[in-house]
């Protein structure tokens, strides 16, 4: 098992920036394939980005491609969201979650068996 705790969430105006993190324990970080989810009020849970155990492969939703760079350290247990030209539209509840099922990155929430408390993220106009 792992647990995940998500930190770096804010208030942050249009065009800016943040990072989120989120810090892994328990079983070896680098078996779970990781990925980033977001759920903004009244909408479902939406992919935003994924990364491969070795951190070698990423994907991307078209929403945030050339944005957001997902990122991980394995000697480190985390995983990194990188943030860049922040839109009102990206406001929501950010959550990391994991996947131990090999040669995988999935785009669905219901293939991880992991995740995180979440943390927020809004962006002002």
């Known amino acids: 098992q792992v647990q995940l705790v998500e930190s770096g969430g804010g208030l942050v105006q249009a065009g800016g920036s943040l990072r989120l993190s989120c810090s892994a324990s328990g079983r070896t970080f680098s078996s779970y394939s990781m990925g980033w989810f977001r759920q903004a009020p009244g909408k479902e849970r939406d992919f935003v980005a994924g990364?491969?155990?070795?951190?070698?492969?990423?994907y991307y939703a078209d929403s945030v491609k050339g944005r957001f760079t997902i990122s991980r350290d394995n000697a480190k247990n985390t995983v990194y969201l990188q943030m860049n030209s922040l839109k009102p539209e990206d406001t929501a509840v950010y959550y990391c979650a994991a996947d131990d099922t090999p040669f995988r990155v999935s785009r669905f929430h219901y293939e991880y068996g992991y995740w995180g408390q979440g943390t927020q993220v809004t962006v002002s106009s």
């Open positions: 990364i491969s155990r070795s951190g070698s492969n990423t």
